[in-house]
């Protein structure tokens, strides 16, 4: 009988090794969780302690450079390019007045930003009015001012063409086009389609009704399109539009819109990459866009302007917000979890991007997965599911990236009052351009009914 024989395993000495060491991983290396001390050269912690935690900080350095960039792609290939700045993403004054200042017109989609634009200074003609919503009254002031109307739908349009019975003046309009650019799901509840003849519909009820004129054809075809060539097809679709009119109506088209969408550098939820290794640039957009419009058979005099309203990309990466560790936590299943002063109330994007974070101070080398909430009592108030820190305490600082678009037009008074927003402008001095809400805010807009003013417990 042969015998087996087990080989001993030879002894190996345990060794400890952490995961989390911040070693290089798919992403790269540990920079991502470096922290940022200062913005534009001004200390966050100085910013925090005179201005508060939490607090939005924006760079007008960044935000002009960026804009510089997008005008520079765009104009160095295409001979006439108007930016008309994009209100609700973010329509504080001292930010529009910025985009102003560079040469961008104004893009409003209600009437409240609408008399923003006009309060800032921009004349009636720069201002772009777009949106489903314009009451007779909007609608009135608009023409007054000669402003560009975007008619959306054929209610709105014959709207105008009854409202011309009471003003000499005649409307300058386009219409907004939807159609299929190949991205789905279609944005089709906003303007005519293209498609189906909906657009030539409206088109042909303009020109043949005489009321006003048809000076531009616009489209928005989506928000952070992550395709370049999305914007050729629309491009392709208004030319053929405008072409067409010329040669049924004899009439030029003054410019094409091709409305906002461009995507900024933000992760979405659910991607491998990091938003700034994957979205087009600038120069990618207007290459799609500005060859099509050159190529689409325009002649010299009857070349369109070209507009662009593009909002997320030209801002969002000039703002942060910066905030305190209210608490650690152990959750039950062991995870990490962060208690931040700044939650959803403040950063609606949270909700669809993973937006990165960065201590303010310098905490040593280890790492640990971490759930970030923020200091509302509401179980959603999450603002990273998972996001690899160093360790945090009560009272350090962090501050989170990119979050200058929407976020200060779509933050809740919920729970909290909404903080200072502070800009950093091009010489490094800190300005406050929207002051933190106070409970009297609040309660001015309030009213005790009599009856209900006096009581005893
Ligand atoms: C919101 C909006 C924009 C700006 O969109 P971004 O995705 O932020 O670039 C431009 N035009 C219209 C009509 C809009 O509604």
Known sequence: MATQTIEKLRYERPVITSLNAGVTNKFGTKSLHAPLSHIDGVSVKEIIQKYGSPVFILSERKIRQTYREAYRAFTSRYPKVQFAWSYKTNYINAVCNVFHQEGCW??????????????????????IFNGPEKTDEDLLLAIQNDSLIHIDHLDE????????????????????????????????RFGFNYETGQA?????????????????????????????????????????????????????????????????????????????????????????????????????ENLPMLILESGRALIDEAGFLAGSVIANK????????????????????????????????????????????????????????????????????????????????????????????????????????????????????EVMPEHLKKFKL
């Open 330 to 445: 152990r959750l039950s299943d062991g995870r990490r979890a962060i208690v931040m002063d700044m939650g959803v109330n403040l950063l609606f994007t949270s909700f669809w991007y993973d937006h990165r974070i960065s201590p303010v101070e310098e905490s040593g080398n280890h790492t640990e997965n971490a759930v970030i909430y923020g200091p509302l009592c509401m179980n959603i108030d999450i603002v990273r599911e998972s996001v690899t820190l160093p360790p945090l305490k009560k009272g350090d600082h962090a501050v989170i990236h990119t979050v200058g678009a929407y976020n200060m037009t779509q933050w809740m008074q919920f729970i909290a009052m909404r903080p200072n927003v502070v800009l950093i402008d091009t010489e490094g001095k800190t300005h406050v351009i929207r002051n933190r809400e106070t409970v009297d805010d609040l309660n001015k807009m």
């Open 200 to 300: 030539w519909d409206a088109i042909n009820k303009i020109i043949l009704t005489d009321k006003m004129d048809l000076v531009g054809l616009h489209c928005h075809i989506g928000t952070f399109m992550l395709s370049a060539n999305a914007y050729a097809v629309a491009a392709i679709k208004l030319a053929d539009l405008a072409l067409g009119i010329k040669e049924k109506h004899k009439q030029n088209i003054e410019y094409i819109d091709l409305g906002g969408g461009f995507a900024s550098k933000n992760t979405l939820k659910g991607s491998f990459l990091p938003g700034s290794d994957t979205i087009p640039t600038f120069d990618d957009y207007a290459d799609a866009i500005c060859s099509t419009l050159l190529n689409a058979g325009f002649t010299k």
């Open 106 to 127: 104004a893009e409003v989609v209600s009437i409240f930003e609408y008399k923003k634009a006009i309060g800032n200074g921009v004349q009636g003609k720069n201002i």
């Open 157 to 188: 349009l014959y709207q105008i063409i009854e409202l011309t019975t009471k003003i000499k003046k005649r409307p300058r309009v386009a219409i907004r086009v939807n159609m299929d650019t190949g991205v789905y799901p279609m944005w089709d």
